[in-house]
């Protein structure tokens, strides 16, 4: 069982990158699904969330108006779409799942249970 993140990658400040993550042996239209990230030297804090029972979806003030979390449950796969890249947004971002299917959008990475491997997004200035 395993969540699988990819689409990171190098570009300038101003470009656009598509982040997938994929369950593996995993239902994903189960859980509530997250985005986070983490920087060298920080902590890792949430990016990006969509709930599993409306689709409804909770970003942090960081992207908000540039980054948008959608899911495809045909797919099986949670994507985030990152327009006007910033260097601050340099990073390794994870998808991740939350079990509870009571709370709300989770923005603590505590509350998530299961974690992908994490890509690797550098934005250049």
């Known amino acids: 069982v395993q969540l699988q993140a990819s689409g990171g990658g190098l570009v300038q400040a101003g470009g656009s990158l598509r982040l997938s993550c994929v369950g593996n042996?995993?239902?994903?239209?189960?859980?509530?699904m997250g985005w986070l990230r983490q920087a060298p030297g920080k902590e890792r804090e949430f990016v990006a969330g969509?709930?599993?029972?409306?689709?409804?979806?909770k970003t942090a003030d960081a992207v908000k108006g540039r980054f948008t979390i959608s899911r495809d449950n045909a797919k099986n796969a949670v994507f985030l779409q990152m327009n006007g890249l910033r260097p601050e947004d340099t990073a390794v971002y994870y998808c991740?799942?939350?079990?509870?299917?009571?709370?709300?959008?989770?923005?603590?990475?505590?509350?998530?249970?299961?974690w992908g491997q994490g890509t690797q997004v550098t934005v250049s200035s």
């Open positions: 969509i709930h599993w029972s409306d689709g409804s979806t």
């Open positions: 042996g995993l239902t994903l239209d189960t859980y509530s």
């Open positions: 991740a799942a939350d079990r509870d299917t009571i709370v709300p959008i989770a923005t603590s990475p505590y509350n998530y249970d299961i």
